[in-house]
């Protein structure tokens, strides 16, 4: 049995468009004489719809969706099956009664489509609330097909169904173990339709977490998931298929829209010469079309990128898909001469292209002659257009117009804070007036302990690097100015020679400069020590005493969760932040502004 793997990028809601996404996946699929079309959770709508499920009009919809998918199949590619993520109303439930909806895959094949799969772990934490939509299913999924001369008994499982193993993930839902139920049930091959965010390390879990099913049902699975932005959520795709000892037979590219086919083998342990050929070189390949599948041969498995790699292009992903689902074809962002702003500015050029990226200098008597001048540089290696507005007769209007109400001019923090508040305005109005996304280049540091101004450097509509350390964007940086990133740069159409962001941004103390010799370690602890106890407070969830307890230092620990908590009305009026750790602020991060403890 030949199965395709479509990697899609769906546009959250728009049922009309998925289905016209799915139809092309199948056409191209049938090119490749598949026999089941595999398509990611939820693929008709988009993950994470959200509220959109709870719109009547939606749900009548994609049962016109479903129709048209069924007619147009039966009449172009009647040979072809393909199981498509849906919402499935829950016969008989009261009207207004809720959750009243499965998470559920439908297979669409003859003319018509039928519901065969129902999701029974429904993930509510972090970023996920499935349980305000769905209900659990209450038993195991078995599709049977013919195929090749044979009966196929296919396992189905639906993304956190395959998350069962709490010594590997660190965690499990309480509830039934959807594998471990399948395994009386003699399944040939377990299908895993997933939508499943982008995350440090999560690829391998993913695979680790594949081969461990594997093993238990002796067979092999194939994991299919989601690619591309959805508001602040990063799909890395990445899907792959590995046989029943576990081992990867088969690997679709992260962070790009794919379709690839794997001949399943004669035996249940993947071994036969269906598995290999599909192995080898399989048919991958972007919305312009499909390889033929391989010939058998050595199975030649293509490595998934760097970390590095894949955390960059992961961040491409999410401005690009940001900016294209939202209808916004340019961007701009304030470049000051640091590290953070230029590291944002070669993710919009990649995103968008260098054509499509403004950047703004706003110098104030405070800015150095350096900051200026890697600012232009750095815009001159990538191709930027930018404009110089200086900063100084507007903070001298303001203080004039502040005077009589503060009985002098504004000082200290009030001073500092007030410009980066002109900056902001003079960057917003740019945007609005040039119809262009405004890029937010604070860090997940500065957003942690509030070392950020709201309505001035807070300000935008996507918060670019708003999940990453400052260690983390010194690392991302040192990586692109290596050679190991040629090869990247080069693909995403950044300069692939010399250095990129450049080593006297790179090597300069982080400085907002809103006063004469500032530096960020004036306010903060170095970030080299401020980060990791802020990765255990928020990923971990660590408690002060726990740090201490670990050997962090006590008033330190304390400075750093005061300011932690004190800041949690800013980051309530923040942008989204893209997605890439395991905890961020945003969706996943749900604590009240107001509270002890």
């Not at 199965?3 to 490749?32: K, S």
């Not at 937010?440 to 500065?446: C, F, I, R, V, Y």
Request: one cysteine or more.
């Amino acid at each position: 049995m030949r199965l395709a793997l479509a990697q899609l990028n769906p546009l959250v809601g728009d049922l009309a468009g998925n289905g016209e996404r799915l139809l092309h996946a199948c056409r191209q699929a049938a090119a490749a004489s598949a026999d089941l079309v595999l398509t990611p959770e939820l693929s008709l709508w988009g993950y994470p719809p959200r509220d959109l499920l709870l719109r009547p009009a939606l749900l009548a919809a994609q049962a016109g969706a479903l129709n048209r998918l069924a007619a147009v199949l039966a009449r172009e590619c009647p040979a072809l099956a393909v199981l498509v993520g849906i919402a499935e109303p829950v016969a008989g439930a009261a009207a207004g009664e809720l959750p009243a909806l499965y998470n559920a895959a439908a297979l669409v094949e003859g003319g018509g489509w039928r519901v065969v799969a129902r999701k029974r772990l429904l993930p509510s934490y972090d970023v996920f609330d499935e349980r305000r939509y769905f209900r659990p299913a209450d038993r195991p999924a078995l599709l049977e097909r013919e195929s090749g001369g044979r009966r196929w008994r296919l396992g189905l499982t639906l993304c956190e169904d395959l998350w069962v193993e709490e010594a590997l993930q660190g965690h499990r839902l309480s509830g039934p173990d959807p594998v471990g139920e399948l395994r009386d049930l003699g399944v040939d091959l377990l299908l895993n339709l997933s939508a499943s965010p982008f995350g440090k390390a999560k690829t391998a879990l993913r695979q680790q977490l594949a081969a461990r099913a594997a093993r238990r049902l002796d067979c092999p699975v194939v994991y299919v998931n989601q690619v591309g932005g959805n508001d602040e959520l990063v799909f890395d795709g990445a899907s792959f298929v590995v046989d029943a000892t576990g081992a990867l037979v088969s690997q679709l590219p992260c962070c790009r829209e794919a379709l690839a086919c794997w001949d399943a083998a004669d035996g249940r342990d993947g071994a036969g010469p269906g598995a290999a050929a599909a192995a080898g070189e399989a048919a991958v390949a972007e919305a312009a079309g499909v390889a033929a599948a391989a010939s058998a041969g050595p199975a030649l498995v293509p490595a998934l990128p760097d970390p590095q790699e894949q955390l960059l292009r992961a961040l491409v992903l999410g401005v690009a898909d940001y900016a294209r689902k939202c209808g916004f074809q340019r961007a701009l962002l304030g470049l000051s001469g640091g590290i953070d702003s230029a590291l944002v500015a070669v993710i919009a050029a990649a995103a968008l292209g260098a054509d499509r990226v403004q950047g703004l200098l706003m110098p104030s008597p405070w800015s150095s002659a350096g900051s200026l001048a890697d600012a232009t540089a750095l815009a001159g290696r990538l191709g930027l257009a930018t404009h110089t507005l200086p900063i100084a007769p507007l903070m001298g209007g303001f203080d004039a117009a502040l005077e009589p109400a503060l009985a002098g001019p504004p000082q200290g923090l009030s001073a500092e804070n007030l410009q980066s508040r002109i900056r902001g305005t003079l960057l917003m109005a740019v945007a609005n007036q040039q119809g262009q996304l405004l890029l937010s280049t604070g860090n997940k540091s500065e957003l942690a302990v509030g070392y950020c101004t709201l309505y001035g450097d807070m300000n935008g509509g996507l918060a670019v690097i708003g999940d990453l350390y400052k260690t983390s964007v010194f690392a991302l940086c040192s990586w692109l100015d290596s050679s190991d990133a040629a090869p990247c740069r080069a693909a995403l159409g950044l300069p692939a020679q010399g250095e990129l962001i450049g080593e006297t941004i790179r090597a300069k103390p982080p400085s907002a400069e809103l006063r004469p010799d500032q530096r960020d370690s004036d306010s903060l602890p170095d970030y080299a020590v401020l980060d990791p106890i802020l990765r255990r407070l928020i990923e971990e969830m660590a408690s002060p005493e726990q740090l201490v307890a670990a050997g962090a230092e006590p008033a330190l620990v304390e400075r750093i969760w005061t300011l932690l908590r004190r800041a949690e009305f800013k980051r309530r009026q923040a942008p989204p932040a893209l997605k890439v750790s395991g905890r961020a602020f945003g969706s996943g991060w749900r604590m009240p502004i107001a509270a002890g403890g």
